[in-house]
C-alpha cells in the first residue's frame, strides 16, 4: 500500500520528464533545421525509457516476448485492449503508429517522434492510401496497426480491416496479454 503511491509518482515524473526532452529536442532539432532522420534512434531509446518508467509506474514490471520478431516485417499487427498497447509494442519493437486524429491535439508531442498515421474514422476513403504509402517507405518505421480498429475486452473478435494486409510486404502479428499483479 505505501509503495504504490511512491511508485506512481516516480514513475510518472521519469515519463514526463523523459517525453518531455524528447519533445523539445525534436522541437530544437526542427529550429536548427536538422533533419528529421538524424537522432530518431536516440530519441525513441529515451521514448521508450519512459515507457518503462511509466508502466512501472501503473504495476507492469516486465514485458515477456514469445518467438521471433522478423525485422523485415513492414506491418505490424496486434490485439487493442487498452490505451497504452502502442507504448507496450514500442517498447518491444520500434514503429509508427496508425492513431485516431482526436489524439494529436494531445500526444502530437509524443507520437511525432514515430511519424504517427492520423486518420479520421468519420471520412471513407483515403485512410488506406496514406497507410500504403507509410508501408512502402522504407525510410519510415514499420507501422503498427490495430486492425480491428478499436479496443476490446478480447472477449469478441471484430471484423478486421484491410488495409494492413494490401501491402507486399510482410505482416508480423504480435500478441498482448496483461497480468498486473501490484494494480
Known amino acids: 500500500l505505501f509503495l504504490g503511491p511512491i511508485r506512481a509518482i516516480i514513475g510518472i515524473a521519469l515519463f514526463i520528464i523523459l517525453c518531455s526532452f ?3 529536442f525534436r522541437w530544437l532539432q526542427a529550429r536548427v533545421g536538422i533533419p528529421r532522420k538524424y537522432f530518431k534512434t536516440f530519441l525513441l531509446r529515451i ?4 515507457f518503462r518508467c511509466l508502466f512501472l ?8 516476448g514469445k518467438g521471433e520478431i522478423d525485422k523485415e516485417a513492414r506491418v505490424v499487427i496486434t490485439n487493442h485492449t487498452c490505451f497504452h498497447d502502442a507504448m507496450i509494442i514500442s517498447v518491444c519493437r520500434d514503429v509508427s503508429v496508425v492513431s485516431k486524429i482526436e489524439f494529436e491535439r494531445y500526444f502530437k508531442w509524443l507520437f511525432d517522434i514515430v511519424d504517427p498515421i492520423y486518420v479520421r474514422r468519420d471520412v471513407s476513403g483515403g485512410q488506406t492510401k496514406l497507410i500504403k504509402e507509410h508501408i512502402d517507405n522504407k525510410d519510415l518505421l514499420p507501422i503498427l496497426i490495430f486492425p480491428e480498429g478499436t479496443r476490446t475486452n478480447g472477449d469478441i473478435l471484430l471484423k478486421f480491416h484491410r488495409s494492413p494486409f494490401l501491402s507486399e510486404y510482410k505482416v508480423q502479428p504480435m500478441l498482448i496479454r496483461y497480468w498486473m499483479p501490484l494494480v
Do not use: D, E, K, T
Not at 521514448?47 to 519512459?50: E, F, N, P, T
Open 22 to 24: 524528447s519533445a523539445g
Open 57 to 64: 509506474a501503473f504495476g507492469h514490471l516486465y514485458i515477456r
Open 47 to 50: 521514448v521508450q525509457i519512459g
